[in-house]
């Protein structure tokens, strides 16, 4: 439970990181030339951590395919390759909502 709690903290951090990011891309650029070299400094921080946030976003759902297939498996089992790949990223996609899929 403990464990699920961080997750969905992490998830919720992620979030409002990838949102800044956005927020900030999508800003007009001034012709400041300071403060355009101040933006291209945050370009180059911003375009690390959306790599960090993308790497741990895959990790998350790896590690929610694998719970996912342990709690299903034996159903998924029955079913070809394509489809249960299916099911596991529907079920992945919205923890909210898992009971709809299986």
Same mark, same amino acid.
């Given at each position: #439970?403990?464990?699920?709690? &961080? +997750? +969905? !903290? ?7 990181? &990838? &949102? ?10 001034? !012709? ?10 945050? %370009?180059? $921080?911003?375009? *690390? ?7 741990? %976003? ?7 395919? $694998?719970?996912?297939? !342990?709690?299903?498996? +034996?159903?998924?089992?029955? $079913?070809?390759?394509?489809? &249960?790949?299916?099911?596991?990223? *529907?079920?992945? +996609?919205? !923890? ?5 899929? #299986?």
């Amino acid at each position: #439970m403990a464990n699920t709690i &961080a +997750k +969905k !903290e992490l998830i919720v951090r992620m979030t409002e990181e &990838a &949102a800044k990011i956005q927020n900030f891309l999508e800003s007009p650029p001034t !012709e400041d030339v300071v403060v355009l070299s101040e933006r291209l400094s945050y %370009a180059n $921080v911003y375009l *690390a951590r959306s790599g960090k946030l993308l790497a741990d %976003a895959k990790a998350l759902l790896d590690d929610a395919i $694998v719970l996912a297939y !342990e709690a299903h498996h +034996k159903d998924l089992e029955k $079913v070809g390759a394509n489809l &249960a790949s299916k099911i596991l990223q *529907a079920y992945c +996609k919205d !923890e909210g909502d898992r009971k709809s899929v #299986m």
